[in-house]
């Protein structure tokens, strides 16, 4: 079944309807994100982590879009029951991390490409895993923006006592 583009405006829309907790989650969730990947990353100096190779000048874009998402993504699950999480968002944001992290700091990377091979094949890709992470990051959020216009429920008030829909 095929979607039409106003379909996906309107999903976006339910932002609007946000209550103010939900946007509270949201920024809580984008600040985390912030945290969770900047510090290990050593984007965020620290004195803990360090980094040998100079951040690119496009990992801050995507840990701010990583960030930004993330939040808005975490943000749909306020309220959430026993909704199945998505599996695309929590594959977007570890693409993200892999993205904007030191090529050579990354223990999979060196042990499987060495040092050299790190900086020679591992770096040239991030961009593209920051790009592809970014687009799952999207895809996830509307997805779950489009199932509360298409799955959302009137609210229903009853006085204490009276059963609902009296």
Do not use: H
Not at 17 to 44: C, E
């Amino acid at each position: 079944m095929r979607r039409s583009p106003v379909a996906g405006a309107t999903a976006w829309r339910a932002l609007l309807g946000w209550p103010r907790r939900r946007w509270a989650v949201a920024a809580a969730w984008a600040i985390g994100t912030v945290l969770v990947v900047g510090l290990p990353t050593a984007m965020i100096p620290n004195p803990v982590f360090g980094r040998d190779v100079p951040t690119t000048w496009w990992a801050w874009p995507v840990l701010v879009a990583t960030a930004v998402l993330g939040g808005l993504l975490g943000a749909t699950y306020v309220r959430a029951g026993d909704e199945k999480v998505p599996s695309s968002g929590l594959v977007g944001g570890l693409l993200a991390y892999l993205a904007v992290g030191c090529p050579v700091c990354n223990k999979v990377a060196l042990l499987a490409l060495g040092y050299a091979g790190a900086l020679q094949w591992f770096a040239p890709v991030q961009p593209v895993l920051g790009v592809i992470g970014l687009v799952l990051l999207v895809w996830a959020l509307d997805r779950r923006l489009r199932g509360e216009i298409a799955c959302a429920l009137p609210v229903q008030r009853s006085r204490p006592g009276e059963p609902v829909g009296a």
